[in-house]
């Protein structure tokens, strides 16, 4: 059964730093893994999501990565602003079962101007 | 246009009320997803159609009932909900669900239900 890990659970940074967060999932027959970030009672907003066969994805001051082999993704978060804070969460996209995300229990970002 | 909106934003209803949770998306996707968010709580998928067929229930209660009437419209239909019901209710749709295509799932904003 796919578990998908999140680490850390909560992040506080001061505004300017770099950051990753990691994700990691037990079984690497993934289609592809997706990162999400949530603000405080709204929706998900997809931020990028890697194939299976990429290595990684870049967009604007994120950068994810994917190693399934050893089954874990980093979302690099570069210059981090006070508009970062949010809940970050990662979600594989499992082979052979009709489109289903299992998600992690997220990070929580709070970057402090 | 890569939005897919959800109405009402909020819902309050009793527990023998009728009530629908309404998704549209114009993007051409042919998958559609409900997931249910309790707080602090990643979201859980509860029902996924594909080519307005559902495709996946996962064991969720008959209390919820799941509509696709076209390509563009999914609807949860709610009928004696329980207090632990309380939650926010987001849809999701994308290309497809064919694991070897390029499908990213996108989300509404959500519609946060609260069962007294």
């Known amino acids: 059964k796919q578990e998908v890990t999140q680490i850390p659970a909560a992040l506080s940074v001061p505004e300017g730093e770099n950051l990753v967060l990691n994700c990691s999932f037990t079984d690497s027959a993934i289609y592809n893994l997706q990162w999400f970030r949530q603000d405080p009672g709204k929706g998900l907003t997809s931020l990028l999501l890697?194939?299976?066969?990429?290595r990684e994805q870049t967009s604007g001051r994120l950068n994810a990565s994917l190693d399934k082999s050893s089954g874990r993704s980093t979302l690099y978060i570069a210059a981090s602003q006070p508009g970062d804070s949010a809940t970050y969460l990662c979600a594989v996209k499992v082979s052979n079962q009709g489109g289903k995300l299992i998600f992690g229990q997220g990070t929580e970002l709070s970057v402090k101007p | 246009d890569t939005e897919v909106t959800q109405t009402p934003k909020h819902l309050v209803m009793g527990m023998t009320n009728k009530k629908s949770l309404k998704c549209e998306q114009h993007m051409g996707h042919r998958a559609m997803y409900w997931y249910k968010q309790k707080a602090k709580k990643p979201p859980e998928l509860m029902f996924v159609?594909?080519?307005?067929?559902?495709?996946i229930n996962e064991s969720v209660p008959s209390r919820f009932s799941p509509e696709c009437p076209n390509s563009s419209l999914l609807n949860l239909h709610l009928h004696a909900l329980q207090p632990e019901d309380s939650a926010l209710y987001l849809c999701?749709?994308?290309?497809?669900?064919?694991?070897?295509?390029?499908?990213?799932?996108?989300f509404g904003p959500g519609t946060r239900l609260t069962v007294l």
């Open positions: 999701a749709s994308s290309n497809t669900v064919s694991g070897e295509s390029y499908n990213e799932q996108f």
């Open positions: 159609y594909s080519y307005e067929k559902l495709s």
């Open positions: 890697i194939q299976s066969s990429q």
